[in-house]
């Protein structure tokens, strides 16, 4: 019964940072467009260096071309209307930037982008499930979703080493584990092959 008070609150506390991935028939984000959904678009855009003003709340040519520039990058029709596929696309990086602040901030650049790419390696293995928000609200997964640290609110740091893994740098060489070797109690993980330190971190299959 905790184990699932506990997916409850996990679930309204990702329903409180806008994490719901918007289904198909909900209303598209375009030119014209104003509201709270457009800030929310604005803030995330801004955060991975896209959207290079003020937030306004209101979808005008800059708006547009952000996305149109984020469409691109991510192999999205590059329409520049926010439809279901860049809202989902936009709730992943979010909910993976969310993991990287809250698991590595203090860390290189280069090691937030290790830990963002451990997720998106344990995303392409049969061993974790196969969606982001899967990984990364499976049981135990992540530290920072056990103790709160997940729900800070990122940095651009962390969104910018989110979108660079995506784009396909790895600095983790393909691990999906990684651990503090000071702070770590599980005796399991030392078990993993370790590939690389990165800072505090190290990174293992």
């Not at 184990?3 to 028939?25: H, R, T, W, Y």
């Not at 203090?106 to 969606?131: C, H, K, M, W």
Request: charged share 15%.
């Amino acid at each position: 019964m905790k184990f699932v008070k506990k997916i409850f609150c996990l679930g309204i506390f990702a329903l409180s940072f806008g994490f719901a991935i918007q289904p198909a028939n909900a209303a598209q984000l375009s030119y014209g467009s104003t509201g709270k959904q457009v800030i929310h678009t604005q803030t995330i855009l801004k955060q991975l260096g896209y959207f290079n003003t003020e937030v306004t709340g209101y979808y005008g040519p800059i708006t547009e071309n952000a996305v149109k520039r984020f469409q691109q990058d991510f192999n999205i029709e590059s329409l520049g209307i926010v439809g279901p596929k860049t809202s989902k696309k936009l709730t992943e990086i979010e909910m993976m930037a969310h993991v990287v602040y809250g698991e590595a901030r203090g860390e290189s650049y280069e090691g937030q982008v290790a830990v963002a790419a451990v997720i998106l390696n344990r995303l392409q293995s049969e061993e974790f499930p196969d969606t982001i928000s899967g990984v990364i609200f499976q049981r135990n997964a992540f530290t920072a979703v056990q103790d709160g640290q997940f729900y800070l609110i990122p940095d651009s740091s962390a969104y910018q080493a989110v979108r660079d893994s995506l784009l396909g740098w790895d600095p983790s060489q393909g691990a999906v584990f990684y651990y503090n070797p000071r702070l770590a109690t599980d005796q399991w993980i030392f078990s993993r092959q370790a590939i690389k330190q990165i800072g505090n971190h190290t990174f293992a299959m």
